[in-house]
């Protein structure tokens, strides 16, 4: 039978590691993880919290819209004149990303599905419910 303080020391380990285990999953997950939640649950809304050296160039983000006009124009008509595709460069000067505003959840959807992935063709996105 183990004693009351074996009992406590084993619990304080168990604690411990969990917690160590738990802060790691955090950090590997890219940090930032209440705020991730409280954008997609609350804002319903996406970041990629990327700082802006990780941002292609003003230039390079521009030539890639202009390479896929029809994606951009196929998101647009998800919900005409209701979803609008700028180019931020104002955050990060001489780099660029891409905010997608839209309306409803339903149209956040559709976008995500039609991008299929965590870029438009490279270029870091946004997505902002309006």
């Excluded at 940090?31 to 970041?47: M, Q």
């Amino acid at each position: 039978m183990r004693s009351w303080n074996t009992r406590r020391a084993v619990r304080l380990v168990f604690v411990l590691a969990a917690t160590l285990c738990c802060g790691a999953a955090v950090s590997l997950a890219g940090g930032n993880v209440l705020g991730r939640l409280y954008n997609d649950i609350v804002l319903d809304n996406y970041d990629h919290f990327l700082p802006c050296e990780k941002l292609p160039t003003s230039a390079e983000v521009k030539r890639i819209l202009d390479e896929h006009e029809d994606a951009l124009q196929a998101i647009r008509d998800v919900n005409p004149g209701h979803i609008f595709v700028e180019v931020d460069e104002w955050t990060c000067p001489g780099r660029a990303d891409i905010i997608i505003s839209y309306a409803t959840h339903q149209d956040r959807l559709a976008i995500e599905k039609i991008i299929g992935g965590k870029t438009f063709f490279g270029v870091p996105y946004r997505l902002r419910n309006i």
